[in-house]
């Protein structure tokens, strides 16, 4: 999130700009500052609340629409008053509150979903929901916003432009075996036609050098991590 993307907001992010009805998922891990989650409620049609995390609700920048999962972590607390979120309780033991969440919004008719608060707390649950994104890559563009960075899923047959500033960190790790033909251009570390996997070259803590910066995947797919603020120069750093 960038200083030229304040006034847009989330619906305007150079990797994940809005395309079709969005919903904005905030999960039950540690909250995101709420800078970040009025950046990306920004242009949202919908806001879901997964479990625990809409509950309270009235300090959040914008009532649910809803508040769903198997409500284990509420523990009898749950309260829909009027003028609320409607809060809609799931039984099944063979999702998370976050898949619930994800499948709600597909019923609902969302092309897109951001997930906040989905990582942290227990590393099971983290890796869960970032594979969520090639769990639901055939119904849903995703992207994760973390504590420090956001991530989005670059799929096969992929040929992205981001304009983000020089600077800016990101890096590629493959989500589901092995990306092939992977090409990158306009950073510090540029790739050409390589495949990442459990072995090859790494991609980790790559810099933008150039705007836009170029990505593409020939096969496979990888999870693009985009720090959110870039990294000031070294004569602002003091460092020359």
């Known amino acids: 999130m960038h200083d030229d993307e304040q006034v847009i907001g989330g619906d305007g992010c150079p990797f994940f700009r809005k395309r079709g009805r969005r919903a904005v998922v905030l999960c039950d891990g540690p909250p995101p500052s709420d800078a970040v989650l009025a950046y990306w409620l920004t ?15 009235d300090h959040l920048p914008r009532t649910p629409d809803v508040v769903i999962g198997d409500f ?3 523990s009898g607390r749950v309260l829909a008053g009027r003028g609320g979120p ?14 619930k969440a994800l499948l709600y919004v597909c019923d609902e008719g969302c092309e897109e979903a951001v997930l906040l608060g989905a990582t942290g707390w227990r590393l099971d ?4 929901n970032v594979q969520l994104l090639e769990r639901f890559s055939d119904r849903l563009r995703l992207c994760l916003s973390g504590y420090l960075s956001d991530c989005v899923r670059v799929g096969p047959g992929a040929h992205e432009a981001w304009d983000l500033p020089a600077g800016t960190h990101f890096s590629l790790l493959p989500l589901a075996g092995e990306a092939r033909g992977v090409t990158i251009e306009g950073a510090a570390f540029p790739l050409l036609n390589e495949t990442l996997g459990a072995v090859g070259p790494t991609a980790i803590s790559n810099v933008v050098t150039m705007s836009p910066l170029l990505l593409s995947v020939g096969g496979g797919s990888v999870l693009a991590l985009v720090d959110r603020e870039a990294e000031p120069p070294r004569s ?5």
Do not use: K
């Open 72 to 74: 284990d972590s509420l």
């Open 125 to 128: 649950h983290t890796l869960f």
């Open 86 to 99: 409607r809060f809609l309780q799931v039984d099944d033991s063979y999702t998370t509150d976050s898949e």
């Open 236 to 240: 602002a750093r003091g460092l020359e």
């Open 43 to 57: 242009g949202a049609d919908l806001f879901v609340c997964a479990d625990a995390a809409g509950h309270p609700y």
